[in-house]
């Protein structure tokens, strides 16, 4: 996991306004028997995690928060709809032969499967390795009949946090989410329309960004 490495002074920093807060800066740096100056950055990195909290004319707080926290915080915020990807989608008549060119020309692990615009299956690389190894005859057997069909699929939505998507994905061990969005139909049916997708790679690229945000 993401963590923010404290150096020593920062953390004989942290020990500082944990039993005497609140304190200024200027007292701390007098604790520390350094200037002012040559704290600010230190008291700037730990006011920006959250770690501590300035308050004017009164001084420095310990907020209780970590690292850690923070992190978790800014993972809460991000919502689905930023950091999505743009879904690969196929028809549940596509041949399983068609399909697997389609997933390699797209060079993804997951394809979503259609039925009259509207999610009805998924289907991953060790999917179609198994039915491959099986002997089925890939240009005539469609998708729709070796797919995973709905409602036995983890879809996610564009106002969830990625730290939801996230956890979903852990949780039911797959490489990849539809990002869907709810429609009713004129029978009063519940579907699903695919707007994009969240796979392990986008998750791992967030906490690198947010890594070198620190």
Known sequence: MVYIQLNERQEKIIDIV??????????????LKLTRSTLR????????????????????FYTGKTALNFISERIEKIKVSKVKSVPV???ENTSVYDAIVTLMVEDVGTLFVT???FLSGIISRKDF???AIGGIDLNRIPVGMIMTRMPNI??????DSILEAASNIIEHEIDCLPVVEEVRTEKGEKKFKVVGRISKTTITRIFVELGKDI
């Open 18 to 31: 944990k039993t005497s807060q609140p304190i200024t800066g200027e007292a701390i740096a007098k604790r």
């Open 41 to 60: 950055p230190d008291l700037s990195i730990l006011t920006m995690s959250g770690i501590l909290d300035a308050r004017p004319k009164v001084g420095y």
């Open 89 to 91: 989608v196929v028809d």
């Open 115 to 117: 039925s009259d615009g």
């Open 129 to 131: 390795l198994k039915n």
């Open 154 to 159: 983890i879809v996610t939505f564009s106002n």
